[in-house]
């Protein structure tokens, strides 16, 4: 079983519509959590933290569930520049090592 | 401010052959992390270099191999390829080992292996 995994998808979603991924963590010494963004064939970057009270920027919310071991991002009011693969990271800070999920690919259409 | 930067960014190998990808990390950044990425997937992680010594290390054969340097650049070795070493691989800095999890990626090396 993967440490970090995601729905691969593709979600395919009108502009202004509100889309959600989850992505769930086997290891539970797993301390950290972020939503990364990878546009195609492009280097991912850092979209935001994820907390355990969870956090907002702008149009995007990330929630963590210690107890069943899951992570959520949802866009809101989605917008054609945000047609990318979200790729869920877990964070190992005693081992020093940073997960990747396979990544969720998403589509957004006019 | 210099980012990451990689190289080479594209180049072609063929089955047994041997390769090494250079990476400088962003300015003021002292850890190194490899990660290969094949198409489809996410980035997996090769290794971590911190203070000049491989932290950490992924399921990946002896035959990857790294080395970081005093001035916190690091190269990727990987001996005997076999085809299915194809993948785009990518050089992300932090400061102080795995830090904040925040990870800056250089464009990456495609590496292509006939």
């Known amino acids: 079983r993967k440490e970090v995994e995601q729905d691969p998808g593709p979600f395919n979603v009108p502009e202004g519509a509100t889309v959600a991924f989850n992505c769930t963590y086997s290891?539970?010494?797993?301390?950290?959590f972020f939503w990364y963004r990878q546009d195609c064939r492009k280097e991912p970057k850092l979209l935001m933290s994820?907390?355990?009270s969870g956090n907002e920027d702008g149009r995007f919310t990330a929630q963590l569930n210690r107890a069943s071991q899951y992570i959520s991002l949802l866009i809101r009011d989605s917008k054609l520049s945000d047609s990318a693969t979200y790729l869920c990271?877990?964070?190992?800070?005693?081992?020093?090592?940073?997960?990747f999920g396979s990544g969720t690919r998403l589509s957004i259409r006019p | 401010d210099a980012g990451v930067t990689q190289s080479p960014t594209h180049l072609i190998k063929t089955r047994g052959q041997q390769v090494t990808l250079r990476c400088s990390p962003k300015?003021?950044?002292?850890?190194v992390s490899w990660y290969q990425q094949a198409l489809g997937q996410g980035p997996q992680f090769i290794f971590q270099?911190?203070?000049?010594?491989?932290?950490q290390r992924g399921n990946f054969p002896d035959r990857f191999s790294g080395h970081q340097f005093p001035n916190y650049s690091s190269e990727l070795n990987v001996n005997a390829l076999l085809l299915g070493d194809s993948a785009l691989y990518l050089c992300?800095?932090?400061?102080?080992?795995?830090?904040?999890?925040?990870?800056?990626f250089g464009e990456g090396s495609r590496l292509t292996v006939l």
């Open positions: 992300a800095s932090s400061l102080g080992g795995a830090g904040t999890g925040e990870l800056f």
């Open positions: 290891n539970s010494a797993s301390q950290s």
């Open positions: 994820v907390y355990s």
């Open positions: 990271v877990a964070l190992y800070s005693s081992a020093s090592k940073i997960i």
């Open positions: 300015s003021g950044h002292d850890t």
């Open positions: 270099y911190y203070e000049e010594e491989e932290r």
